[in-house]
């Protein structure tokens, strides 16, 4: 996974290794912070989501990565004329 970030004064990009963020140890993370997360903060919304459901989400964005073929799967733009796109 790429996250590109464009201003008019910079462009960077932070690599981020899809082993990592779609692994089993990040889907118990998020698991849990859904589930228990909310007693601590109002942020997090009160959503029953379990291991599995993450599990299979990961697994249809691994397969998302091959059919994207280079397409960002987030292009946000800014006021200020920057840029975010998110590959996978």
């Given amino acids: 996974m ?21 692994s ?23 959503i029953d989501i379990s291991y599995r459901d ?3 989400f990961f697994k249809v964005m691994k397969k998302c990565r091959k059919y994207m073929n280079g397409e960002p799967l987030v292009h946000a733009y800014s006021k200020d004329e920057g840029t975010v796109e998110v590959y996978l």
């Fill in 2 to 22: 790429k996250i590109r970030i464009r201003s008019k004064e910079r462009c960077f990009t932070l690599p981020l290794p899809n082993i990592i963020i779609l």
């Fill in 24 to 46: 089993s140890a990040s889907a118990a993370i998020i698991a849990w912070t859904m589930r228990r997360g909310s007693e601590y903060t109002d942020d997090i919304p009160d």
């Fill in 54 to 56: 993450i599990k299979r």
